[in-house]
């Protein structure tokens, strides 16, 4: 009897959680669910009604659903691979034994990140203006003619993705830069001895005990990017027309600028299930989800 | 092979300098135009960017904290909404996520694993699937425009999470300290807050820091929340003045993101060994 007693008492300490879970974030999301069945937008404010898979239906097969899809698997992976790739390189750089500084250095470096990204996006967004620009300003001293950013697609590409990486590159350094510095001393020396060249210690030292850290640290960034909000609703807005625009920014849009609450539901609801599932796979294949729970 | 060596170090340098020159150039940008003569962004040019010092001025400052600029609110009610909001949010979140995290890591509760796994799928859901159906319940709630809707709203994500991250750091303290500590008279509840509560304090400083940022840089929900100027944050104020209000001065826009930014970015800085240990722990990007 003790024993049911105490497990009650015990409950008592994480009710807040529960009861946070339940109503903050299993209700929503399965009111979510709801209304992305329903009719319910501007037309039918609070008198709306089950319209079963048609909205899916309509959305599924619609051309802007297809670009915006492929928009977020652009955003995603290209912001992924440079980010990773530049922390990744400035992670070693950092790393050399013989290099001075390097507190200094890393300090400049992480200036991106402890900047509030809100504030930064809006000092992008004005810099990357075609005419009064500081981008095209300095890029004009070495002869190269002002670019619209905002307007040709492929440009609009470059900078948000250039953007995100200036905002995200220092968390990756930082990163993979303690990872590099657990590795132990010791099997660097011995191999030095053994007469393995610079690029063999990388090749068998470095790269294999890194592995779990790209790894972990590639489908955390994943995520993240696939609904990061603020670089694309800042700096383009989706524009030109839904050419950049991505799904968990679409969704908001829909919601809250033309009040198609069931059609952000739809996306929103697609854009989870797209990425619990990637996430699942990308978790099995590497095995972080034993370090999860 | 010394020359190798040299080589190595000079180009190591030389990408150094310029991935720091990259790094710091938004900050500098916005730190020399705040105090610059520059009344629109089209005034700002290279040259402007190295000013001579006899032509700073603050008078951006004085623009940004002695105006008002919407519904008769200024610099200082939004900075007293954002701090207000902040505050409860961390309050909220820290002692709700040490709370639940000593308990998940401590006491023997049935089905935990399965709350910590719901927790983590719930997490991959973008926070724009919440904001529409809490808005509807907040709405039918009366909590539309008050400081405890928004501060639930964002205590939510970091209480949750942060309860995750108690667990994680709680179970790398042998049990053996509270287990003297009860010996010597202490009951449960008193173990915790006076053993596990001081040993904890790393991993719940953390926790305040991102439920902080969360609610300090918050767009997306404060926008949809508040609808009333006395009401606004730092974030819609910074929107209005740089989107919507089409006559701001630049250099006003600048001084308000100094003075908004520059705070928060000499705290990381101060406690960056601290907080990217931190960061890389929870494997979670800020």
């Known amino acids: ?293 | 092979m010394k020359i190798w060596d040299a080589i190595r170090l000079g180009i190591s340098y030389a990408i150094l300098a310029i991935a720091a020159i990259i790094a710091v150039f938004p900050i500098y940008y916005i730190v020399i135009t705040s105090l610059s003569d520059v009344p629109t962004i089209a005034s700002i040019s290279v040259n402007s960017l190295i000013p001579k010092p006899e032509s700073l001025t603050l008078s951006a400052y004085k623009g940004i904290l002695f105006s008002t600029f919407f519904q008769g609110t200024g610099f200082f009610v939004w900075l007293r909404n954002s701090l207000i909001l902040a505050a409860g949010t961390v309050a909220i979140s820290v002692a709700l996520a040490f709370l639940s995290g000593v308990a998940l890591s401590r006491l023997n509760v049935p089905g935990k694993r399965a709350l910590m796994v719901t927790v983590y799928v719930l997490t991959f859901f973008p926070m724009t699937v919440t904001v529409l159906p809490l808005y509807l319940m907040f709405a039918s709630l009366h909590l539309i425009n008050t400081y405890y809707g928004l501060i639930l709203a964002y205590s939510s994500g970091t209480s949750v999470y942060g309860a995750y991250l108690v667990k994680l750091f709680v179970d790398s303290i042998p049990k053996e300290y509270e287990e003297a500590a009860m010996i010597d008279g202490l009951s449960r509840f008193g173990a915790f807050t006076r053993i596990l509560l001081p040993l904890s304090k790393p991993v719940l400083a953390f926790i305040g820091l991102l439920a902080f940022m969360g609610a300090y840089t918050d767009y997306a929900l404060a926008n949809v929340f508040i609808t009333s100027g006395d009401m606004w944050t730092l974030t819609l104020g910074m929107w209005y003045l740089s989107f919507t209000n089409r006559s701001t001065l630049y250099n006003v826009f600048a001084a308000f993101a100094v003075l908004m930014g520059i705070p928060i970015m000499a705290v990381f800085l101060a406690f960056q060994r601290y907080l990217t240990r931190m960061y890389t722990m929870s494997g979670m990007k800020g």
């Open chain 1, 1 to 293: 009897m003790a024993s049911v007693k105490t497990t009650f008492f015990n409950y008592l300490y994480i009710l807040p959680v529960v009861v946070i879970v339940i109503f903050l974030y299993l209700y929503p999301i399965v009111y979510t669910i709801y209304i992305s069945f329903t009719n319910f937008n501007l037309y039918h404010f609070f008198e709306y009604q089950w319209v079963g898979l048609s909205n899916y239906i309509t959305i599924l097969t619609s051309k802007t659903f297809a670009q915006v899809l492929l928009n977020t698997a652009i955003w995603t992976v290209g912001s992924l691979i440079p980010m990773m790739a530049v922390g990744f390189l400035l992670a070693l750089i950092l790393n050399q034994k013989d290099l001075r500084g390097r507190g200094v250095f890393l300090t400049l470096l992480l200036v991106p990140w402890a900047f509030p990204a809100f504030i930064s996006l809006i000092v992008w967004q004005g810099m990357w203006n075609w005419k009064y620009g500081i981008v095209n300003k300095i890029l004009s001293l070495f002869g190269v003619s002002p670019i619209d950013w905002f307007n040709i697609v492929p440009m609009a590409w470059v900078m948000l993705i250039l953007t995100n990486l200036w905002l995200s590159f220092p968390y990756y350094t930082s990163v993979f830069l303690s990872a590099l510095q657990s590795i132990p001393e010791e099997l660097y020396s011995v191999a030095e001895i053994d007469g393995a060249s610079r690029l063999a210690r990388f090749r068998y030292i470095t790269l294999p005990l890194m592995k779990r850290t790209i790894a972990f640290v590639g489908i955390g960034g994943f995520t993240f990017t696939w609904n990061n909000f603020y670089p694309i609703y800042i700096l383009t807005a989706g524009g030109p027309g839904n050419a950049t625009n991505i799904l968990v920014v679409y969704a908001y849009q829909a919601a809250f600028w033309n009040s198609l609450y069931n059609y952000a539901a739809v996306y929103s609801v697609i854009d989870a299930a797209i990425l619990i599932v990637m996430a699942v796979i990308m978790l099995k294949f590497s095995g972080v989800l034993e370090t999860i729970t």
